[in-house]
């Protein structure tokens, strides 16, 4: 199994707070991709990114921002969050173009 | 922006029986992966075709890729059990593998 992990793995928050969510690996490897999993809508890509302090947006990435200060780890922050963030976040990584893998996903409510 | 259409959208089979899911792109393939989720879980790679024509097998799972038709195909021998979980697939675009776009899923149950 790749080394991915993701904390929280699960949590309940309220409209309006900050939420950081940190995804861990031990591959060394370039690329770390955060997803969002909700029903009917599959995996969608929020942001990513392809080395230290370098990243870029996905496709449904207002409302959420990132930081990469180190290869092994990747941040993904709600500034304030909302009701339409609830959802299973997912963090992937990846040796370029090769097989992404993910780690066990953060449930995510926020009330 | 790329698309991808998985069919069906959900599968009960008796265990045993073979199936097949599909998943059409909106544009040329260049690269497609196929994915296994069990329910609460991550995603677990099962593998990646990027020729037209191209076929892999893993144990009783098989991958085909059509680039003409922009489709996928993943078939399924003699169920069981264990097969049981949402499959989806991904594709690169001519740019690369860096980014994938996923298709919805297909929910497959196995009932003995």
């Known amino acids: 199994d790749a080394g991915i992990t993701q904390s929280p793995r699960h949590k309940v928050t309220e409209t309006g707070t900050p939420v950081t969510l940190r995804c861990h690996q031990t591959?060394?490897?370039?690329?770390m991709y955060w997803y969002r999993q909700d029903p009917g809508h599959g995996l969608r890509l929020i942001h990513y990114s392809y080395g230290v302090k370098d990243t870029d947006k996905g496709e449904v990435s207002d409302g959420y921002s990132v930081s990469r200060s180190k290869t092994e780890d990747f941040l993904l922050t709600l500034e304030s969050a909302t009701s339409s963030q609830t959802s299973v976040y997912f963090c992937a990584i990846s040796a370029g173009t090769y097989e992404q893998y993910f780690g066990p996903g953060t449930r995510l409510t926020v009330t | 922006s790329q698309e991808l259409e998985q069919s069906p959208q959900s599968l009960i089979v008796q265990e045993g029986k073979n199936l097949t899911i599909n998943c059409t792109s909106s544009?040329?393939?260049?690269?497609l992966y196929w994915y296994k989720q069990k329910y609460g879980e991550g995603l677990i790679f099962l593998m990646m075709?990027?020729?037209?024509?191209e076929e892999k097998s893993h144990e009783k799972i098989t991958a085909k890729l059509d680039e003409k038709k922009q489709q996928s195909s993943l078939h399924i021998t003699a169920s069981q059990p264990s097969h049981a979980g949402i499959y989806l697939c991904g594709a690169g675009t001519n740019f690369g593998n860096e980014k994938l776009t996923f298709g919805t899923g297909t929910r497959l149950t196995i009932i003995p």
């Open positions: 591959e060394n490897h370039r690329y």
């Open positions: 544009k040329t393939l260049y690269g």
């Open positions: 075709l990027q020729k037209g024509g």
